[in-house]
């Protein structure tokens, strides 16, 4: 910040988190010798006839102005973590047969927990409340022993369908491409597929439904200790 001659200053306020290590480094010269530094600045913070205008105060007593900034240091991290993406899932598909659907009454229906991080399936037989109750709902939420902490982020990526019950290529497919994080460990449609259109194609003889989901990229999150 630069300081005006009747005290009055020119603040600019930066509140993003700059990191300062090894990783982020240039090469200045300090007295005809190159040095690596950790460098982070502001390309642009005021125009250069507004700093020398006399009358604006920045410049003072012939040729002086004054300079000041105020730091917040946080604590080093002790962790250093590691995001890596899986694209090579073994058992990539879950299917999950919910059976009399016509005569679920409970306003949620939940699949058991399966491979894959954990993952329970919340299926709205009658629409989410924001539905009107002529959808069908499906969510895909991470099961609390899985969900990501503060500082956390999970990616997932890959397709959730209807399959037809005469066995044919004809299905109903959404695409899954979501981050859960640790205030939102939850991802679906409240408008899945209308009910009327399920009843017509989806549902068998047995009054059954077939959900299936297929994960193309997943991924995972492991920490080391800074030693």
């Known amino acids: 910040m630069c300081i005006y001659k009747s005290e009055i200053y020119f603040i600019y306020s930066d509140v993003e988190v700059k990191r300062f290590n090894a990783l982020k480094t240039v090469w200045v010269v300090a ?5 690596a530094k950790t460098v982070w600045g502001l ?11 006399s009358g604006n105060g920045y410049i003072f007593e012939g040729d002086q102005c004054e300079f000041g900034v105020n730091v917040i240091v946080s604590p080093p991290p002790t962790n250093w973590e590691i995001l890596s993406f899986d694209d090579k899932i073994p058992h990539p598909k879950y299917l999950w047969t919910v059976e009399k659907f016509s005569e679920l009454k409970e306003h949620a229906h939940v ?6 991080g954990g993952m329970e399936w919340p299926l709205y037989p009658k629409g989410f409340s924001r539905a ?12 609390d022993s899985h969900a990501p902490k503060a500082d956390e982020k999970i990616f997932m990526q890959g397709h959730v369908r209807l399959l037809d019950p005469l066995g ?18 939850g991802w679906g449609w409240d408008q899945f597929l209308s009910l009327d259109e ?5 549902l068998d003889k047995e009054d059954a439904v077939n959900i299936e989901i297929e994960f193309e990229v997943v991924s995972a999150t492991k920490y080391f200790p800074i030693i």
Do not use: C, P
Not at 111 to 116: G, K, R, T, V
Not at 168 to 185: F, K, M
Not at 198 to 202: A, D, G, I, M
């Open 31 to 35: 007295k005809k010798n190159f040095v």
């Open 43 to 53: 390309g642009q913070i005021l125009s250069y006839d507004t700093f020398n205008s």
């Open 111 to 116: 699949s058991n927990s399966f491979s894959m």
């Open 132 to 143: 009107d109750g002529k959808w069908l709902s499906v969510f895909l939420f991470l099961a």
């Open 168 to 185: 044919s290529n004809h299905y109903w497919a959404r695409q899954l491409y979501d981050w859960h994080i640790e205030s939102n460990t």
């Open 198 to 202: 399920l009843r017509k194609v989806y």
